[in-house]
């Protein structure tokens, strides 16, 4: 049965944020998610962890100017000490927090700039970020997204993510791998999973078309659940999607796994 993270960036957004973790456990969910700890203080995120008995199972590097459009740094050239800089402040919030690992997000590709450049940008810098929070005792993951919802990312499908990784060669860097955007890029969901399971450290999901919960789209949730506990997944699985509603009626679906 899949350890589920209520992601609080998308789920119980009728509450204020810093109400959102007691309604995470209200719901039984044991962890939570979310894109970025940065605009709070990271005591007060603590204690909301503790208050609530929840993990701390994920967040991402700082990403640039996300109310802009941004989506990411990391294979940008000509913002190389940014993103180290942040790397250091993703380590002071995830050592505060007790979390275990921080998602990067690579970036809308800037325009004029070869692709050989991007590429060796993002390489340098998850080498550069694998080996500081690897000293920190944190993991770190990249992601694939679709690019219909975010034209021109960088990082578009799970082969260009493991060829990547293999590129940087660190033993800290594992993939993320969200079922949604997948399914958007590239489907064959349960085969890619199992063959890719050794690098696989986080899962999130969404159903298709329109990133809401499991039961909503085309996607068969009870049947690929079954499949990735049956692979001996171990990781969490972020609830990564928009509630058609609220969050408190589209979690029928979940009832099976929040007990």
């Known amino acids: 049965m899949p350890r589920l993270a209520a992601n609080l960036s998308m789920m119980f957004n009728e509450v204020d944020f810093m109400d959102r973790f007691s309604a995470a456990a209200e719901a039984r969910f044991k962890g939570v998610e979310y894109l970025f700890p940065y605009d709070y203080d990271k005591d007060d995120l603590k204690s909301a962890l503790e208050k609530n008995g929840l993990v701390q199972v994920l967040h991402n590097l700082p990403a640039g100017d ?47 700039v070869p692709g ?96 809401n919960e499991p039961g909503t789209g085309e996607i068969n949730y009870p049947f690929l659940f079954e499949a990735i506990d049956k692979m001996g997944y171990e990781g969490w699985i972020g609830c990564e999607y928009k509630p058609r509603t609220t969050t408190a009626e589209g979690l029928q679906w979940a009832a099976p796994h929040l007990r």
Request: hydrophobic share 40%; charged share 20%; glycine share 10%.
């Open 116 to 211: 050989a450049t991007l590429r060796e940008t993002f390489v340098s810098n998850l080498a550069f970020a694998a080996g500081e929070l690897e000293r920190a005792g944190v993991a770190l993951l990249i992601e694939a997204i679709n690019t219909r919802d975010i034209p021109g990312f960088f990082l578009q499908n799970t082969s260009q993510a493991l060829g990547i990784i293999e590129d940087v060669g660190s033993r800290n860097l594992k993939l993320q791998y969200d079922i949604y955007h997948m399914q958007i890029m590239e489907g064959d969901l349960t085969p890619t999973i199992e063959a890719n399971l050794p690098m696989i450290r986080h899962m999130q999901f969404a159903d298709n078309p329109g990133r």
């Open 66 to 112: 996300w109310d802009a459009g941004e989506r990411g740094i990391a294979c940008h050239p000509d913002r190389v000490d940014e993103f180290q800089e942040g790397v250091g402040r993703a380590i002071e919030y995830a050592t505060a927090l007790g979390c275990g690992q921080v998602n990067c997000l690579a970036g809308v590709v800037p325009s004029d």
